[in-house]
């Protein structure tokens, strides 16, 4: 059982930046790769970025790719997205998620738990 809470969301101006944090707790954080997906208003929850076990390989949906940063601290079994350059259409519930594939996948229902989310708001 791994128990995750996110943080970090708020409201923030378009072009903006947040920092998201994904603590863990449970059984040991460096066993799975992790994930972070978004949902907006009206929306399917999709995915938004993932990172491999021990940080050392990541993955970006093609909306966030170049703005968005995945990196994870095992030691403090904590993992972060920082969000650069934030625009309105990246508004929306971010949830973190991990999975026992050493590889994480785009699929979220390839993930075993997940964060209750925190709202990210990005004003025009």
């Known amino acids: 059982q791994v128990q995750l809470v996110e943080s970090g969301g708020g409201l923030v101006q378009a072009g903006g930046s947040l920092r998201l944090s994904c603590a863990a707790s449970?059984?040991?954080?460096?066993?799975?790769?992790m994930g972070w997906f978004r949902q907006a208003p009206g929306k399917e929850r999709v995915f938004v970025a993932a990172?491999?076990?021990?940080?050392?390989?990541?993955y970006y949906a093609d909306s966030v790719k170049g703005r968005f940063t995945i990196s994870r601290d095992n030691t403090k079994n904590t993992a972060y997205l920082q969000m650069n350059s934030l625009k309105p259409e990246d508004t929306a519930v971010y949830y973190c998620?991990?999975?026992?594939?050493?590889?994480?996948?785009?699929?979220?229902?390839?993930?075993?738990?997940w964060g209750q989310g925190t709202q990210v708001t990005v004003s025009s």
């Open positions: 990172i491999s076990r021990l940080g050392v390989t990541t």
């Open positions: 998620a991990v999975t026992g594939l050493r590889i994480p996948p785009i699929s979220q229902g390839e993930y075993d738990y």
């Open positions: 449970g059984r040991t954080f460096s066993s799975y790769a």
